[in-house]
């Protein structure tokens, strides 16, 4: 009488092989090759497989399987047939287990799929039916009130622009040539501009156009009332 179990593992080990390995070449898989060498029969699907089991993983790795298999068989009361179980039948058995393995897959794709959708349905009717603030619906020129802007349009070949915040000794926010089709904004409500010629510029401040007398070099203060030219 000898120990089954760990005399499969020995042997395994001592060749290197991995239960992988072995499964992919006896078609036993894994679970049950550990089963055997753990002695733990229970877990194999019944006596005439445990038997077939055997047979052909000892002589996987070399071993005599016959001797595993009368071991096997004297340690229980019951008999069984010479031929190991038809693998017509173990092939059958795989299928069963493929078919449940993906019966359990679909099961948790659907209800992934269930999931998914009731949480679009909580999200899209709970968005329509929480306290949203109504759209903005007032006039863009109203709001635009709020935030000036002084705009310069480039025409013909352009011409030098100055730019300063609130006064001539101001901010600097432009020095350079305004070239045709060029639109610069400044945001605020009180500017000095100085343009070399205004007929090359068309200015615009809260939305509404500012008069440039035609003079080279101007200087004005332009505000959202009125446009002060001043000398210099």
């Known amino acids: 009488?000898?120990?089954?179990?760990?005399?499969?593992?020995?042997?395994?080990?001592?060749?290197?092989?991995?239960?992988?390995?072995?499964?992919l070449a006896t078609k036993i898989r894994a679970k049950y090759i550990r089963a055997l060498e753990e002695e733990d029969f229970d877990a194999v699907l019944g006596d005439a497989y445990i038997r077939g089991f055997l047979r052909t993983y000892a002589d996987y790795l070399g071993l005599d399987g016959e001797v595993y298999v009368e071991e096997y068989a004297s340690r229980n009361l019951a008999t069984w047939p010479d031929e190991p179980p038809p693998r017509r039948e173990i092939r059958r058995v795989r299928r069963r287990e493929r078919r449940m393995e993906r019966r359990a897959v679909l099961l948790v794709l659907a209800g992934i799929g269930v999931l998914t959708a009731l949480v679009?349905?909580?999200?899209?009717?709970?968005?329509?039916?929480?306290?949203?603030?109504?759209?903005?619906t007032r006039p863009k020129h109203k709001q635009a009130a709020s935030h000036p802007q002084l705009v310069l349009h480039g025409v013909g070949r352009g011409t030098y622009v100055?730019?300063?915040?609130?006064?001539p000794s101001g901010e600097i926010l432009m020095q350079g040539t305004v070239g045709a089709g060029e639109v610069d904004k400044f945001a605020g409500r009180r500017?000095?501009?100085?343009?070399?010629?205004?007929?090359?510029?068309?200015?615009?401040?809260?939305?509404?156009?500012?008069?440039?007398?035609?003079?080279?070099n101007l200087r004005v203060l332009v505000t959202p009332q009125r446009t002060t030219r001043l000398q210099g």
């Not at 009488?1 to 499964?23: C, D, H, K, T, V």
């Not at 679009?120 to 903005?136: E, K, L, M």
Request: aromatic share 10%; charged share 25%; glycine share 8%.
């Open 1 to 23: 009488m000898f120990e089954i179990g760990n005399s499969l593992r020995e042997a395994r080990e001592r060749q290197g092989l991995g239960y992988p390995e072995i499964e």
């Open 120 to 136: 679009f349905v909580a999200w899209r009717y709970g968005a329509t039916s929480s306290n949203v603030p109504p759209p903005d």
């Open 162 to 167: 100055e730019v300063r915040r609130g006064r």
């Open 191 to 216: 500017f000095f501009v100085l343009v070399r010629s205004p007929a090359l510029v068309r200015v615009t401040l809260d939305g509404r156009a500012v008069a440039l007398p035609a003079v080279r």
